[in-house]
């Protein structure tokens, strides 16, 4: 080995070793940005999924709200009808004479809660199916008269 080559290996170990250095010094940096991105990523995740799990839990509750206000409706549908039928009797009753007006006046009284309470159970159902197409991530277009219309000439 000459010394053409011992000077060229020298030059390369100088052009070399300052990067080499550099390397080994910023390592504790390098693994502190490597700590805290993973670290982020942790958090980023664990907040994804919470979001996850509230979207379910949102989902789920509105499922058994629609269920059980389905049911309540059947039993306050079926109150109004039999409040209605008695609405009925008492104004049959009245035209034949056999009661007063006031029966009559509190059968129509009994039957417009039933109707309204029913109309408020249904109201309810139908907020809570929109919720439940919200909680879905879903929901609906404007209807097409709210859009601009073009006009062909």
């Keep these: 080995m000459g010394h053409g080559n011992l000077l ?3 030059n ?3 052009s070399l070793g300052p990067l080499a250095s550099l390397n080994l010094l910023d ?3 390098r693994r502190g940005r490597e700590a805290e991105a993973k670290a982020e990523f942790s958090a980023a995740s664990a907040q994804y999924r919470g979001l996850v799990l509230h979207a379910f839990q949102q989902v789920e509750d509105n499922l058994s709200l629609i269920q059980e206000l389905g049911r309540e ?3 306050e549908m079926a109150a109004a009808d039999a409040a209605k ?3 009925t009797l008492a104004t049959n009753r ?3 004479g056999v009661v007063s007006y ?3 006046v509190t059968a129509q009284t009994a039957a417009l809660k039933a109707q309204r309470t029913a109309e408020l159970v249904r109201t309810r159902q139908l907020q809570a199916s929109v919720d439940l197409i919200r909680a879905l991530g879903g929901g609906w277009r404007a209807a097409a008269q709210d859009q601009p219309q073009v006009s062909a000439r």
């Design 85 to 87: 039928q008695s609405e």
């Design 12 to 14: 390369e170990f100088w």
């Design 73 to 75: 409706g059947q039993q």
């Design 8 to 10: 060229a290996a020298s």
């Design 94 to 96: 009245y035209n034949e």
């Design 27 to 29: 390592g504790g940096v």
């Design 102 to 104: 006031l029966e009559v």
